[in-house]
């Protein structure tokens, strides 16, 4: 066949790599834009973090106790401790005892370490138990690790000091624990002088929150956790205000 003098080359045998529909080069055919590959979701480097907010990584609900919640938990419980009332009181006996130095600086020394030594806040959620100290730090329970939970009582004074007094101090004690053993841990006598509650793991593992300064709130946060394992769940509670 002569040569063509336009050197155009015959018609439908267009050269590799000129443009022609369906030629490109060979090898170099790329995969439709937006299709996810091995490397992960679309359109992310490797390694890249997902946004916060995306499905599945952050609850709607936002954070409790310094933590974020996870998609679907709720807050079920929540207690902020002001301790407000606990400093005054510390610093009105601080100024009173001041003449005596030992006892007026053994007050003001309690004074300072309240919010330091308490839990700031509370927070029960239906998946863990968040307990935030004034320190800042947060510690976490998981629900579904906790099997018991049991009371941190006062112990009982008695006169006298000494070993006599110290031996029926215990033994005041133990009997009216054992009187508030009896009882059912959704009862409110149960946790009758409560001051702290211990979480007992699934391996026998302790760990325990206490706050002298407001008996009343582990008192309650004990009947809670109580009434969530032993009575329906804690799905069952209502969403809790929380800031």
Not at 185 to 196: H, L, M, Q
Request: aromatic residues 8%; charged residues 15%.
């Amino acid at each position: 066949m002569p040569p063509d003098p336009t050197g155009m080359g015959q018609p439908g045998m267009g050269q590799p790599g000129m443009g022609q529909p369906g030629m490109g080069q060979p090898g170099m055919a790329q995969a439709p834009m937006g299709q996810p590959g091995p490397m992960g979701q679309p359109g992310m480097a490797p390694g890249a973090m997902v946004p916060q907010g995306a499905a599945g990584m952050m609850g709607a609900g936002g954070g409790v106790c310094g933590t974020q919640l996870q998609a679907g938990e709720r807050v079920v419980y929540f207690r902020k401790m002001d301790y407000s009332t606990s400093k005054t009181i510390y610093l009105v006996m601080g100024i009173l005892f001041m003449p005596f130095f030992f006892l007026g600086a053994i007050f003001l020394w309690l004074r300072s370490k309240i919010e330091k030594d308490n839990p700031a806040a509370i927070a029960v959620t239906t998946n863990r138990i968040l307990i935030q100290q004034g320190t800042g730090m947060t510690t976490e329970h998981w629900l579904q690790n906790v099997a018991d939970v049991e009371p941190i009582r006062q112990q009982a004074h008695a006169g006298g000091g000494g070993l006599l007094g110290a031996l029926v101090a215990a033994g005041v004690s133990a009997a009216l624990n054992s009187m508030a053993d009896k009882k059912k841990k959704i009862d409110p006598k149960y946790w009758a002088r409560a001051i702290g509650i211990v979480f007992i793991d699934q391996q026998g593992g302790r760990a325990e929150v206490r706050c002298q300064e407001k008996p009343k709130e582990m008192i309650d946060l004990g009947m809670f956790i109580a009434q969530g394992m032993y009575q329906g769940g804690f799905t069952a509670f209502p969403d809790a205000p929380y800031a």
